[in-house]
């Protein structure tokens, strides 16, 4: 790393340190990034079931998840009048501008465990 790539990253580590352990603390929460990736690979809204289905969790460890997202404003929430009612999950367009970094972690240690780092 240059001297002036380490001076940009300290200076970007001191002033964004409280946001980025925030998200550090919301990304490390389990099933986090995997209720993520799924609803990246399927851009299309997705049913609760289909997101528990697919990260194979409790009901209420997703439903947990996704609140702490949309909370976040990484996920909207539509409901949908219905008998029973319909949910639907996507990501927001915030959600959507990380997963270029999410993919570059998860190639890193794809990478590593292949051992080819």
Same mark, same amino acid.
């Given at each position: 790393?240059?001297?002036?790539? /380490? ?5 970007? =580590? ?15 929460? /389990? ?9 990246? =690979? ?58 270029? /970094? ?16």
């Amino acid at each position: 790393m240059s001297q002036e790539q /380490s001076q940009r990253m300290q200076s970007m =580590c001191e002033s964004a340190k409280a946001h980025v352990d925030d998200l550090l603390v919301l990304l490390s929460k /389990s099933k986090m990034l995997s209720i993520l990736y799924t609803m990246n =690979c399927d851009p299309a809204p997705m049913r609760f079931s289909e997101i528990k289905k697919s990260v194979n969790s409790s009901s209420t460890t997703v439903a947990r998840r996704l609140g702490e997202l949309e909370d976040h404003g990484l996920v909207t929430r539509t409901a949908f009048a219905t008998v029973p009612p319909t949910v639907m999950y996507e990501l927001t367009e915030d959600a959507v501008s990380l997963q270029p /970094s999410l993919e570059s972690m998860f190639e890193w240690v794809l990478n590593r465990a292949d051992g080819t780092v």
